[in-house]
């Protein structure tokens, strides 16, 4: 359980920093498929921290490919909620990242499927 909690702050840590470094190397293509991308991008991340993490850390097990696409559908619907969700009268709260919520939602998924 402690591996588990150790892997979820290292995943929050890199994917955080490490979106940026990523996401400059890619092209705007307009704020969907923008948010998309990140979303991608955070889930790849997600689960590369957990593999080298199942390899570092005692009794973290190696994340599979099924690991991968539902942290990439976490992303997506964390990134569908911060897109869609103003168009239906909802705002999320002034203090919410709207980034974190895609990066929560690749970590959910990450964690469903481990």
Known sequence: MLGYLVL???QIIVAWFGKDQI???IPNLGALIDAAVEAAIYA???WIVGVIGSFVLKDVRMPHSSTLV???I???IGAAIV???PQFGVS???GINR???PLGGAILGYLLRR
């Open 23 to 25: 996401a400059a190397h």
């Open 99 to 101: 980034e974190f919520i």
């Open 70 to 72: 539902s942290a990439l």
């Open 74 to 76: 976490g992303a997506l």
């Open 8 to 10: 979820v702050v290292l």
């Open 44 to 46: 790849v991340i997600v």
């Open 92 to 94: 999320l709260p002034a």
């Open 83 to 85: 897109m869609f969700l």
